[in-house]
């Protein structure tokens, strides 16, 4: 999940841009829609296969989400909204969830959608080889269908984290007729996909462009209002920014120009820069402080180096105020789980001094008290910039950093493998349910396991690791809330990874084309509210 | 001895060296070569005197244009470091890299070619299947992996530089080294008894020194140069300040920001200009046929 998203340079929002598009972005544009048009878009990379149930990367979402519907979408605040099914049921004992599909949805093929295709995906597809279901869906024993247009999940224990992943992303339903009995990772529709989505896979030129057409059958009567959307490839930053300028584009993702450029294209009139649409992701960027590490055992130690970083700073000048400061690893665009009383480290130089002193570690008479090195994800300059920040800040408290850089295989393999290191940098996606991005950090079967975007600074706490899986088996989102709490509480008392800031993807688009960010998982999500807005030509 | 001195005519190497630096100076483009290259080892040895700060401090607000703000005469970059600090610094490091990594070569390549010109046979079949070895590597790739597999640091950035561009000395050397083996002063030298060694490092070497020098000088720029480019990719040693890392990191403010990436850069022209000048001048100085003129 991770790892496929995230090698797209990440930007920040700030709470102004923030605020100031949703005043604008949401019911300020009442316009009635009008229908027709082709959207140009900017896919990057270009996908390998574009059934997001069996590959999680990011470009085959950002398509696949136009394709195919999911169970449920999540509007801004992530709550889900009815889309594939009308109505779902949890049982008071958690021990079962019902959901109640649409009736008279069909397929692209004209195939009647179904219980049974639900059932089928599930047992096939979700539970063995979807990358990240595997563990949402691990507790459903049983899946009933009384109906074509009922399907009951029995579980072995609660699993709240479901409702929270059965977008068309999280939880992508494929059709049985065309899958059944077929070798599922190979099969021919996984290129020309067959979905209920609201646009109609038309033709894919390898390398060129890949061109997707309105559904005139779609369940969601006068949508989509666009004739077509063609989604282009283009490798070059720089050349994806000259077609957005130029017109040629109106539609790009995932932070698809350098962020310093973002600022420059948001200032035309053409343009706008988005940063909604990835609330569902979540991610937040921290450093892993390796706690097997003679210094870095020391809580004293941690907490010092968390004083010494002005995370105010590294959203505003690193990130170019493109982040928001984090004070939790639960990213506060998870307003239910996210918990702001955490304890907090605000930059204070004196009180790192001080809390050195006390741990014993003096400045020498060079002035240093000891040397770390530091590993930072190579995913681009603004991890470098990132790094060279945390060499600057602790040099001022007396610690002597070295940065080394290296591959993505070199990086994951020494943090994740070898526990080579002593202080990494990492973004994690939290998603929206800390169980499904958050607790994978902290829990300790993780250590050492090689298992990349684990947990890399090795804390090992029993009671930690019986909170989640506490969590995971809670039948009330009450209590699994204040289990997530506790959870932030002492992991951020522990300090064993220091969350530095909330980052945000951002998008660019044309300013005549509306109402393309409607839900919190847009980016994987459906542009059939998008409209283009004739009177106000470019 | 006497025989010694009075067979072995020391007059080959004489020119060479008297009035080297007088006749450097009646070249124009020697001169204005030598300037650049003083100042540019006075900005490097003043880089601790003018700029006692670490140029790697976020010292002021990020993206003051030159000029804007006295305090940062050639301004910020987005980090807020000043870039007339990396400028001083930056020189230090490129040449320190350029020069360790040159004398690494010259040592190699010297080495490999007296030897192979001085001992020829099987030593030299040896030694230039060994310099076709890596003459047939293209010339910037092979840093790149040499540094992508160890880390970048400055030490494996200077070890990768040398061991990479030593290969057109050691064949010149070599030429010239087999050019000067059947000459009477070498045969002279071996009736006399003098052992190999001491024929190589007083008398043959001496004599090559023209050309040495010459190379030497543009490998110190191409040294320069390749240490710029493997910075720009990301691959150089983050901890310190080059010319090369500055240009990379303005690379992604370039349409915005254009002087964070200009102002290293304009300062790694002005070296390899230097050097390069500087190498036209003694290549025409050291030339004996240039002199009978």
């Excluded at chain 2, 001195?5 to 009035?19: K, M, N, Y």
């Excluded at chain 2, 001169?31 to 700060?53: N, S, W």
């Excluded at chain 2, 980090?79 to 360790?100: E, K, P, Q």
């Amino acid at each position: 999940m991770t790892s496929t998203v995230s090698r797209f340079v990440l930007l920040r929002a700030t709470v102004l841009a923030a605020s100031v598009a949703s005043l604008f972005g949401g019911a300020a544009f009442a316009g009635t829609p009008q229908d027709g048009g082709t959207l140009t878009a900017i896919v990057q990379p270009e996908p390998v296969t574009l059934t997001s149930a069996i590959n999680t990367a990011a470009p085959t979402g950002f398509i696949s989400g136009n394709v195919f519907d999911g169970l449920v979408d999540y509007d801004l605040d992530l709550n889900p909204k009815p889309a594939l099914a009308e109505r779902w049921e949890v049982a008071p004992d958690g021990l079962s969830i019902t959901f109640f599909l649409r009736k008279g949805v069909t397929w692209h093929d004209g195939h009647p959608f179904t219980a049974a295709d639900v059932k089928w995906t599930l047992e096939n597809v979700w539970k063995t080889i979807h990358p990240r279901n595997q563990a949402t869906f691990g507790r459903v024993t049983q899946v009933d269908t009384p109906d074509d247009h009922t399907v009951i999940l029995r579980l072995s224990e609660p699993s709240l984290a479901i409702l929270s992943s059965v977008n068309s992303n999280g939880a992508q339903v494929l059709p049985k007729h065309l899958y059944e009995g077929t070798d599922i990772l190979n099969n021919p529709y996984n290129l020309k996909p067959v979905g209920t989505g609201a646009f109609v896979f038309k033709e894919w030129s390898k390398g060129n462009h890949l061109i997707l057409e309105r559904n005139p059958n779609y369940w969601d009567k006068g949508k989509p209002h666009l004739d077509r959307i063609v989604f282009k490839v283009i490798p070059d930053a720089a050349a994806r920014a000259a077609a957005l300028e130029k017109g040629d584009v109106q539609y790009a993702v995932f932070s698809p120009v350098p962020l310093k450029d973002a600022e420059r294209l948001g200032k035309l009139p053409s343009l706008k820069i988005e940063t909604r649409g990835y609330e569902w992701i979540s991610p937040w960027l921290f450093f892993d402080l390796n706690v097997d590490n003679k210094y870095l055992k020391d809580v004293r130690v941690r907490r010092a180096i968390a004083h010494a970083i002005d995370r105010k700073a590294i959203s505003n000048i690193v990130w170019y105020g493109f982040a928001k400061p984090a004070i939790s690893p639960v990213p506060s665009t998870l307003p239910a789980f996210h918990d702001a009383t955490v304890p907090q480290y605000e930059f204070d130089v004196k009180k790192a001094e001080a809390l050195l002193d006390e741990a014993g570690y003096k400045r020498g008479p060079d002035g240093v008290r000891f040397a770390l090195t530091h590993d930072f994800i190579p995913y681009g300059d603004d991890y470098k910039r990132t790094g060279e920040y945390l060499k600057q800040a602790l040099k001022r408290v007396g610690i002597e950093v070295t940065i080394r850089s290296q591959d993505t295989a070199a990086f994951t393999k020494r943090v994740y493998g070898d526990r080579d290191f002593d202080i990494s940098s990492a973004w994690f996606a939290a998603f929206s349910d800390p169980q499904v991005g958050v607790t994978r950090a902290y829990w300790s079967g993780w250590v050492g396991k090689n298992t990349p975007w684990t947990n890399g600074s090795g804390y090992r706490n029993p009671e930690v690791d019986a909170l989640i899986a506490q969590a995971q088996g809670q039948a009330r989102q009450e209590d699994r809330i204040a289990t997530f709490k506790k959870i932030q509480q002492i992991v951020q008392t522990d300090l064993p990874s220091i969350p530095l800031a909330e980052l945000k993807f951002f998008s660019v688009h044309a300013a005549n084309l509306k109402d393309v960010v409607t839900h919190g998982d847009q980016i994987y999500g459906s542009l059939k509210d998008a409209w283009f807005d004739k009177a106000a030509s470019n | 001895m006497s025989i010694a001195q009075s067979v072995l005519p020391a007059a080959e190497e004489r020119p060479v060296r008297r009035g080297l630096f007088a006749r450097l100076l009646r070249r124009p483009s020697a001169v204005a070569g030598l300037a650049l290259l003083g100042a540019i080892l006075a900005m490097a040895a003043l880089a601790d005197v003018v700029y006692p700060a670490d140029p790697l401090d976020m010292a002021g607000t990020p993206f003051l244009w030159p000029g804007a703000d006295p305090d940062f005469p050639l301004g910020t970059d987005m980090m807020g470091r000043d870039i007339a600090a990396g400028v001083f610094h930056g020189a230090r490091v490129s040449l320190l890299i350029g020069g360790v990594a040159t004398l690494v070569s010259l040592v190699i390549g010297v080495g490999v070619g007296a030897i192979a010109g001085f001992f020829r046979g099987r030593a030299d079949h040896a030694l230039m299947h060994v310099t076709e070895l890596f003459q047939t590597i293209p010339p910037f790739l092979f840093p790149i992996v040499i540094v992508a597999i160890l880390q970048p640091t400055m030490t494996t950035v200077v070890l990768a530089i040398g061991l990479t561009s030593w290969p057109s000395l050691a064949r010149l050397v070599r030429a010239e080294v087999l050019r000067l083996r059947d000459g009477e002063m070498v045969q002279a030298s071996i009736v006399l008894g003098l052992s190999d060694a001491r024929i190589i490092l007083t008398h043959v070497l001496p004599n090559v020194l023209a050309p040495i020098v010459v190379s030497a000088s543009i490998m110190v720029a191409s040294a320069i140069l390749t240490e710029s480019s493997l910075a720009f990719l990301g691959l150089g040693d983050p901890n310190i300040v080059s010319w090369g890392s500055m240009v990379g990191a303005g690379r992604e403010v370039l349409r915005t920001d254009w002087y964070v990436a200009t102002v290293p850069g304009l300062a790694i022209v002005a070296a390899v200009l230097a050097l390069n000048l500087l190498g036209d001048g003694l290549n025409d100085a050291l030339d004996p046929r240039q002199n009978r003129r």
